[in-house]
């Protein structure tokens, strides 16, 4: 085989993203086509190099060729599929931590024990309030300082999540940035569709299940779920900035609309 | 002849090709191309992932063969293949003679 032609296959092999058994079966039957090919082209009297270029001309681009087997590989579906549910919990790790930043400013209007307060009518155990004295020696009471530690533990735990999620959406943008030919162009686009809607119905219900919550603790001033009318709000509004967030861009990227989403 | 209006009529023109004889890709293309009086000369490679959505679908089958010194996979239309070719082409004449009453010269003719 020539230079060519080995080097056509080893860009095809390269290209493709099927299983093993699967490639080295393609790259053997477009070898032995190129080389039928340009044999026949030699024997029109064809020099051996243009006949060879002849013969990959006719054939086509090996990154198209690759491309079309791509398109059907379960495999590339599956990274694709993959790749979404990390962008989900990366972004559902964010709504966390925007919650928390919310919260947090909630509490700077309304104070702590908007988002924090003790749940009516609970009853502190005395070692309970020593540790929680202890971590707020500034606190008047025991209630005081629950409320200050049980908001330090709200936004710190939100925030963590913030942090993480910031990673995890960061380590994947790397991650498609360096290999964009496999998570760019191919990524189980026929997954995107039900990426979106899962996102759509998670953060949706959630801010329709915590949103009245929120509006019934506040209004009569309990807790639900050992948690203020404040926290839910927090949670509630989040969600419904995440809903909202993918609303517009499944709007923006339907297919009626003209656009296409920037791989 | 345009690529595009060979789109969605590249695995019935495999299937046609393959009812004459078993073949490999290469031998398919060159039955594609003089058949057809040279109008079908598409890009080569393009026939191998049709020929492998055929094999997927179970409508041909195929295997390795070593005749002539060369490793090449051949390809053969099985019983599936035929009853689905039987059909693509009623749906094409249909569609052709649709088209062909359409666009004959006539009164809209200029």
Request: avoid cysteine.
């Given at each position: 085989m020539g230079d060519l032609i080995d080097r056509y296959l080893i860009e095809l092999g390269a290209d493709l993203h099927v299983r093993r058994n699967q490639r080295e079966r393609i790259v053997a039957e477009v070898a032995g086509h190129l080389q039928d090919s340009a044999r026949a082209l030699e024997t029109e009297g064809v020099a051996v190099p243009q006949a060879e270029r002849a013969a990959i001309g006719r054939f086509g681009p090996a990154a198209e060729l690759a491309d079309r087997f791509n398109r059907s590989s379960l495999w590339v579906a599956l990274a694709g599929i993959q790749g979404y549910l990390v962008t989900y919990a990366g972004v559902g790790l964010v709504t966390i931590g925007g919650a928390g930043i919310f919260g947090w400013s909630l509490a700077k209007v309304f104070g702590r024990d908007f988002i924090s307060?003790?749940?009516?009518g609970e009853v502190i155990a005395p070692s309970r309030c020593a540790d929680y004295l202890r971590f707020h020696?500034?606190?008047?009471?025991c209630n005081a300082a629950a409320v200050a530690h049980h908001f330090d533990e709200f936004v710190g735990y939100h925030l963590d999540a913030l942090a993480l999620g910031v990673i995890v959406l960061g380590a994947r943008w790397l991650w498609r940035r360096r290999d964009r030919r496999v998570?760019?162009?191919?990524?189980?686009?026929?997954a995107r569709p039900a990426y979106v809607l899962l996102a759509l119905a998670s953060f949706g219900l959630a801010a329709l299940l915590m949103l009245p919550v929120a509006a019934g603790t506040l209004a009569t001033g309990t807790a639900f779920a050992g948690s203020r009318g404040g926290w839910w709000l927090a949670c509630g509004v989040a969600s419904s900035a995440a809903f909202l967030a993918y609303a517009v861009a499944a709007w923006r990227y339907h297919p009626a609309n003209g656009l296409t989403p920037a791989d | 002849m345009k690529p595009e209006m060979l789109k969605g009529n590249l695995r019935m023109l495999l299937l046609s090709v393959l009812t004459d004889a078993p073949g490999h890709g290469y031998a398919m293309i060159e039955r594609l191309r003089c058949l057809s009086g040279g109008e079908?000369?598409?890009?080569?490679?393009?026939i191998y992932p049709a020929l492998h959505g055929l094999e997927r679908d179970g409508l041909v089958s195929s295997r390795w063969s070593d005749d002539s010194g060369r490793r090449r996979r051949v390809y053969a239309v099985n019983r599936r293949g035929l009853a689905s070719l039987r059909v693509q082409r009623i749906e094409w004449q249909t569609f052709t003679r649709a088209v062909s009453a359409v666009i004959k010269e006539g009164a809209w003719a200029t």
């Open positions: 307060g003790n749940v009516p020696p500034e606190a008047a009471t998570h760019g162009r191919y990524e189980g686009a026929s | 079908i000369d598409l890009p080569e490679g393009t």
